[in-house]
């Protein structure tokens, strides 16, 4: 898509059709929000393949993490559908779009710095004896963890360590691979190298990369550096005044082109706003 | 594909030990790590200062008087630790300890036969306990308003109950009494056994681990399902049954009850007791062996200085000076164990 192109397309662009119907596992139809007077989605048809790493992109307040909160079911669209693997789905709350296999990993938020990696693996869905009591087996889950981490390649020198003890990349890795082993299928990353130097970030990308690919885990990631996103994604989204304005493959592009698309943007929407002025 | 390996991690990990003396290493880093270790070297110190200061230390009679003396506020230590653990605070077990024998002694007046007049009173503390939570979680009042709000009711309840006139307490006789308070080793039994259940408790189930996270990062624990209200009241009636029953025990042991206290004075030393044995104050760590620990610290320190005679006026000084050593000590060798814990 050109730049001349772009401006004022009402219809969002077509998605990518090399993408089977079966092959989508997360798809949005015509989503809506507003808060009050602010309009912040107006229509965003999307499709997320399986084991597609998808990348949002978009200034602040271009309705990109309304999207994301309305993916994980922490607000309900105005209007429009969601689908999750074919079927029609309504999230009243987050723990309903994670009983679809839709989650979001927050880097420093998602865990428990005084816990033991294993322990913040099994967060919650730790595995008892005993019944009702509670009896942690810890043996178990120690060995689980380990199998699993060795398993997505992610290699944490000290299953014992307390999380806080951990570089921001282990901890990140870590709170991926929970997501995953509880069975998220559909990951939401909110700037997932965000604050992290070149080998911490070759972890995650990695990571990304083994879990799209041989596992089939699906990702949206948002994220305000190109860099950053052509590392990660497969495709990417633009989004614009709540809607797509552009999607694409990141092999067909660049990050000068799409700087290039975003500042015209920008600067056709500086002078939108003076014309306003003006009159 | 690059496997990602721990040399991908910026932060240096700990050597691995190497070559002669890695064993020595080894086991001072162990040593080192032990959240307890600071109070295990006061409590020692202390130990052999009052045992070479005066010989009657080491005899049976004071050892008795030692364990009876710390067992109270090493119950509400260990309570503590839960709540320490969860990010909350609880000022009002004191008052708790001091009130669930009179619960118990007006239950009994009216008729009730004594072993339920007990298990009556245990009731009221859970409810006590029960009160103290709802409104911390569900008013979202910070619980050290809210429990030393209760402290005080409790202290006002116990005076108008009473009229502030002293009673004998029930179940001074038989095998009864020997279990519940009077035989000189039944408090610091009864004290070890809570030890041992809330150490269980917090350290080995589930519902410990979500202590642990709910007062590590409260948001992740209730991100991960974890109700994490219903974890904090629980520990609120937790902690108010345990005060409650040490409470009763001492109660039958001294054979009789005053009204007159408001019960900071026994909170706060078992406060003392969790914070000096190495539990956090800002949440998510816990250690119920080092409330043990710190509540041996207090009890020997507060039985030595009566024995070597120390000038009444000069006591509360020189334990706050020696609780303000511990603690320097504490965050001084706790850093010093961070460095080796990386």
Redesign the interface.
């Known amino acids: 898509m050109t730049e001349a192109e772009s401006p004022l397309v009402e219809a969002s662009p077509t998605p990518d059709a090399t993408l089977a119907a079966s092959d989508v596992v997360l798809k949005t139809v015509g989503l809506t929000k507003r808060f009050g007077a602010v309009v912040a989605l107006r229509g965003i048809d999307m499709q997320l393949g399986r084991g597609e790493v998808l990348g949002l992109v978009g200034d602040n307040g271009a309705g990109k993490s309304t999207l994301v909160k309305i993916l994980c079911g922490f607000h309900p669209p105005d209007t429009g559908k969601i689908y999750v693997e074919g079927k029609e789905v309504s999230f009243r709350s987050v723990a309903d779009a994670r009983g679809f296999g839709i989650e979001t990993v927050y880097q420093d938020l998602a865990l428990v710095p005084q816990l033991t990696v294993a322990q913040n693996l099994f967060l919650n869905r730790e595995i008892t004896m005993f019944g009702k009591v509670g009896w942690l087996s810890a043996g178990k889950m120690r060995q689980l963890a380990k199998n699993y981490l060795e398993d997505i390649k992610v290699e944490i020198p000290d299953i014992d360590a307390e999380a806080e003890s951990l570089s921001g990349g282990q901890r990140q890795a870590i709170a991926v691979a929970r997501a995953t082993r509880q069975n998220a299928k559909i990951l939401l990353l909110d700037e997932p190298l965000a604050a992290m130097g070149a080998r911490e970030s070759a972890l995650i990308v990695d990571l990304v990369k083994d879990l799209s690919r041989n596992r089939g885990v699906s990702m949206i990631v948002i994220d305000h550096n190109f860099t950053h996103l052509f590392e990660l994604c497969d495709r990417l989204n633009v989004i614009q005044r709540g809607r797509i304005a552009l999607d694409q493959q990141v092999k067909d592009t660049s990050v000068e082109e799409l700087t290039k698309f975003m500042v015209s943007e920008y600067r056709r929407e500086l002078a939108a706003g003076q014309e306003l002025l003006e009159q | 594909?690059?496997?990602?390996?721990?040399s991908?991690?910026?932060?240096p990990?700990t050597p691995a030990p190497k070559g002669p003396g890695s064993v020595a290493y080894w086991l001072v880093q162990r040593v080192i790590q032990q959240r307890e270790l600071t109070v295990v070297l006061v409590t020692l110190f202390v130990i052999i200062y009052f045992g070479i200061a005066n010989s009657a230390f080491y005899t049976t009679a004071n050892i008795i008087t030692v364990c009876q003396y710390l067992a109270s506020f090493a119950v509400i230590g260990f309570g503590e630790v839960l709540i320490l653990s969860l990010g909350e605070i609880d000022l009002s077990a004191g008052a708790v300890y001091l009130s669930s024998p009179w619960f118990m002694y007006l239950f009994w007046t009216s008729g009730m036969p004594i072993g339920w007049a007990i298990v009556a009173a245990m009731v009221c503390c859970a409810g006590v306990g029960m009160i103290n939570g709802l409104i911390t979680v569900w008013l979202n009042v910070s619980s050290l308003i809210v429990t030393l709000a209760v402290n005080y009711a409790l202290f006002g309840i116990v005076l108008i109950e009473s009229n502030d006139i002293q009673v004998n307490m029930p179940g001074q006789t038989g095998r009864f009494s020997i279990i519940f308070g009077v035989g000189a080793w039944s408090t610091i039994l009864w004290a070890t056994a809570m030890m041992l259940a809330i150490w269980a408790l917090l350290k080995?189930?589930?519902?410990g681990?979500?202590v642990?996270?709910t007062?590590?990062?409260l948001?992740?624990?209730a991100?991960?399902?974890?109700r994490v209200r219903r974890v904090k009241v629980w520990c609120f009636i937790i902690i108010s049954c345990a005060s409650g029953l040490i409470g009763i025990l001492d109660a039958i042991r001294i054979g009789s009850i005053n009204p007159g206290s408001s019960g900071l004075d026994t909170v706060l030393p078992g406060i003392v007791a969790a914070v000096v044995g190495g539990t956090a104050l800002t949440g998510?760590?816990g250690t119920i062996i080092g409330a043990a620990l710190g509540a041996i610290f207090l009890g020997v320190l507060e039985d030595g200085f009566n024995l070597i005679g120390v000038n009444a006026n000069w006591f509360y000084l020189a334990e706050g000076v020696m609780i303000l050593v511990a603690m320097v000590a504490n965050t001084q060798l706790g850093a010093v164990a961070r460095r080796f814990?990386?």
């Open positions: 594909m690059a496997r990602a390996t721990a991908d991690s910026e932060t990990q080995r189930t589930r519902f681990l979500h642990t996270a007062g590590g990062n948001l992740a624990a991100e991960s399902g974890i998510g760590r814990r990386r």
